[in-house]
């Protein structure tokens, strides 16, 4: 057997940076991520969601497909290669945001949506099981059923549904089919895809399938306003660039149960935002909750 004392310094070292970013990264994620619902704030108002999430996805599109050309992103080869790619941007862009966007814009409030929203790690940890092979155990199991209290007592007071929401509602399920689907599907069919390369694919099948939905519901009018372009330079760069790059990276490395466990830490971080940025008052069920969603993330990805 080998001894570990023997093995060249170098080699430790790469071991002790991917330790540490394998750390890290999940942080970053979280904290950019959770900016999206305060950034959305800003940008909604300027212009209809739909033309706003073309924008999006067109710009975003374009920025990383020249930093692929750039950088020499590596390109997939095959046609089944660039499917498997643009399958996974159509369930993680257009359908997730898609019918995030259309069930706020329908009438169900942002904390239903997102309380549905967190309900993707206890669906993916069911599903990545018989599809992937991956395994929880039952202190995973405990975790992923906290997470889930944790995050209806932050969101709770936010709450309201009556029957005129039905469609909203149905909206809200299809937002946590794709951002579930495109997990697994990145997980089994295109785990090693550049990130550059797959971004931009992405992005661009994500614009080609609801450009039809924008010019049918209507472009709208466009308030190009400096607040607006602020935040699509946040929501291009760092939400559609940045962000994606790492939950990509993530799933890449990680197992999709535990990636998606991370969602559940985005609400009661952007509610914090909220509470700072916009003075919105976090009561003390909420600060509990926020407690109870941290321990339950620790289970399911404790070792």
Known sequence: MADRSSRPAHTATADASDSYLLRGVPV??????ATGFLVARYAIPYAPPFTLLVIRFALASAMMGALGLIFGARWPKTLREVTHIAVTGILLQAVYLGGCYAAIYAGLPAGMVALIA?????VTAALAGP???ERLKPLQWLGAGLGFIGLTMVIWHKLSFDSHHLWA???AFIQLFGITAA?????????NADLKA???IQYAAATVV???VMLWLGVGEINWQPQFIAAMAWIVIVLSGISIALLTWMIQRGAASKVASLFYLTPPVAALGAFFWFDERLDALALCGMGVVALGVFLVNRK
């Open 28 to 33: 970053l994620f979280v904290l950019l991520w």
């Open 118 to 122: 967190g309900l993707q790690p206890i």
């Open 131 to 133: 599809l992937l092979g």
């Open 169 to 171: 509602l149905i909206f």
């Open 183 to 191: 997990t697994l599907y990145q997980k089994r069919f295109s785990p």
């Open 198 to 200: 797959g971004a931009a």
């Open 210 to 212: 609801l450009l039809p």
